[in-house]
């Protein structure tokens, strides 16, 4: 049995539409938490300023930016509101 790379592996996982509309779906979750991460880091906030902003725990914004939660569209617009940002769609 041949031994695959990482990347071939991983070429061969995205031919499978399952696989790669998973992959899709994390890559727009992960884009949308390092741009608040950037932003908050940006405007010199902490995690627990940020928090209070919101009216959550800053527990809340700690699993959120390490990728332990599956927060809502409201959590992610309320994040939004309280760096001053607009959220916004594109469909390509």
Same mark, same amino acid.
């Given at each position: ?5 990482? &990347? ?6 995205? /031919?499978?539409?399952?696989?790669? &509309? ?20 940006? $405007? ?12 959550? /725990? ?8 390490? $990728?332990?939660?599956?927060?809502? *569209?409201?959590?992610?617009?309320? *994040?939004?509101?309280?760096? $001053?940002?607009?959220? $916004?769609?594109?469909? &390509?």
């Amino acid at each position: 049995m041949e031994l695959l790379s990482t &990347k071939k592996y991983f070429e061969e996982r995205m /031919k499978d539409p399952e696989f790669r &509309k998973a992959d899709e779906a994390l890559n727009f979750e992960f884009a949308i938490r390092d741009v608040l991460f950037e932003m908050r880091m940006k $405007g010199e906030i902490t995690q627990a300023q940020l928090a209070e902003k919101m009216g959550t /725990k800053q527990s809340a914004i700690a699993r959120f930016e390490s $990728g332990r939660s599956n927060p809502t *569209l409201d959590f992610i617009q309320r *994040l939004a509101d309280a760096l $001053g940002l607009k959220l $916004g769609v594109t469909v &390509k």
